[in-house]
């Protein structure tokens, strides 16, 4: 095992994978190609890259806690992949230099620091067109909103705004025994894959401010919800009930809203 293990930082959000079986089920999930372009958040102390490495020519980790890099670079010298460290912030990275010259598209993996996934996921859905695919490791509760289908409770904004640039799959759940220090939450596995062809959508913060409002006051209708974007004959004319709630529209049906106000309103 790689030095200091002993010492998590709660401050990274540290809870390192121990449990074999659990990290062999994501390595299966992941299913890591040798010519694939495989990006890691927070390998920590390597417990999913020592499972990711025997099968890849390169291999990329994202890792903010400097005290860990020793340790990475060990592992980088015992095995035959390319093992690059980039020693920083996540949200600081440039996907975008990461794309290798073949332009092969990125997959994305990691046991996500919990404190930052949100923004992590934003983050990716940003670079959607450079990403093949993100597997990611994260509480439950984040991974049902992710995944929520319309009519179900955890369907929000996080939901529609994924699933408008992604298909989201729930893999498994793995409990908190599986990690040292074990968190406080169970968590699950979720696959997001940018969809190949996008809903034709002409202003994205149009949809984020019509999504935001819509959620902002779950159990209104949108009428009342949107009536400073949108009236009720608008919303008619779109054929979506007026009656409905946030949590009863499609992604699609937001997308056509957005659309509507993006030709009538400015928004910022
Ligand atoms: N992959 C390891 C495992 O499964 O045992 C560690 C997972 S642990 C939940 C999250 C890791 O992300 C930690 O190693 C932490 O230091 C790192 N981390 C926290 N914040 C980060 C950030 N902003 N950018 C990159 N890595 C970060």
């Known amino acids: 095992m790689i030095g200091n293990m002993g010492r998590h930082k709660k401050r990274f959000g540290q809870h390192f ?24 958040i927070g390998p920590g102390a390597g417990a999913l890259t020592r499972h990711l490495l025997p099968n890849l020519n390169q291999l990329t980790v994202i890792e903010l806690d400097r005290d860990l890099v020793p340790g990475l670079n060990k592992l980088a010298a015992s095995s035959d992949c ?13 996907f975008k230099t990461l794309v ?22 934003f983050k990716c859905l940003e ?22 289908a319309p009519g179900n409770k955890s369907y929000g904004r996080l939901s529609v705004m994924t699933q408008y640039h992604c298909q989201t799959e729930y ?40 999504v935001r409002n819509a959620f902002s006051q779950r159990r209104k ?18 054929k979506i009930n007026p009656k409905l709630r946030p949590e009863q529209l499609s992604v699609e049906q937001f997308v056509d809203l957005s659309n509507h106000v993006s030709t009538t309103k400015n928004v910022d």
Do not use: C, W
């Open 17 to 40: 994978l121990h449990d074999q079986h659990v990290l062999q089920q994501i390595t299966a999930a992941i299913n890591p190609q040798a010519h694939e372009t495989i990006i890691e």
């Open 82 to 94: 390319e093992l690059a460290i980039i020693n920083q912030d996540v949200l600081e990275v440039d």
């Open 100 to 121: 290798p010259a073949t332009n092969s598209l990125l997959r994305i993996v990691g046991n996500l620091p919990y404190n930052i996934s949100t923004p992590v996921i």
């Open 127 to 148: 670079s959607s067109d450079i990403i093949q695919e993100m597997i990611f490791l994260l509480q439950k509760e984040v991974v049902d909103r992710l995944t929520a």
């Open 171 to 210: 893999l498994l759940d793995v409990s908190p025994e599986a990690f040292t220090p074990p968190p406080r939450v169970d968590s699950a596995l979720v696959k997001l894959k940018p969809h190949d062809t996008p809903l034709d959508l002409l202003e994205h913060k149009t949809l984020q401010t019509v």
């Open 221 to 238: 209708t949108i009428t009342n919800s949107l009536k400073t974007l949108i009236s009720i004959s608008e919303i008619e004319a779109l």
